[in-house]
């Protein structure tokens, strides 16, 4: 079971970069100018500082279990609903589904290593 735990966390690391990924190329490729510097620039530095603060493993400032969950379904969220805009209903729904059942799986396996409800 530990192993299934370890590769969802290399999985949800991935999924991490990759949402900042598809909001810097979405945000810089699909809108005009003052929207494409705030969406494709803007947005993914405040992402990263957030993440940093309230979601690192090892960050002195992590948030408990349901602000974590609140602060990813917003992230995960706008990302979701950009790709859903910008460039396909099912892109939007496969990556909302990948994220859903890697932040099930991960909070499952937070909620098991230490019960910080």
């Keep these: 079971m530990t192993t ?5 966390t290399l999985l949800r690391f991935l999924i991490e970069m990759l949402t900042l990924i598809l909001l810097i190329f979405l945000g810089l490729a699909k809108y005009q100018f003052p929207f494409n510097l705030m969406i494709g620039i803007l947005i993914p530095v405040i992402i ?5 603060i309230y979601m690192a493993p090892l960050s002195p400032h992590r948030a408990k279990l349901w602000g974590r969950i609140t602060i ?7 990302c979701a609903s950009i790709l859903t805009t910008r460039i396909s209903g099912h892109a939007g729904l496969v990556y909302g589904v990948l994220v859903s059942l890697n932040a099930i799986v991960a909070h499952i396996g937070d ?4 019960s910080d409800i």
Aim: no cysteine; aromatic share 24%.
């Design 72 to 78: 990813e379904v917003v992230i995960f969220g706008l």
């Design 4 to 8: 299934l735990f370890q590769i969802n």
């Design 111 to 114: 909620w098991l290593a230490s």
């Design 48 to 52: 990263y500082v957030i993440w940093a």
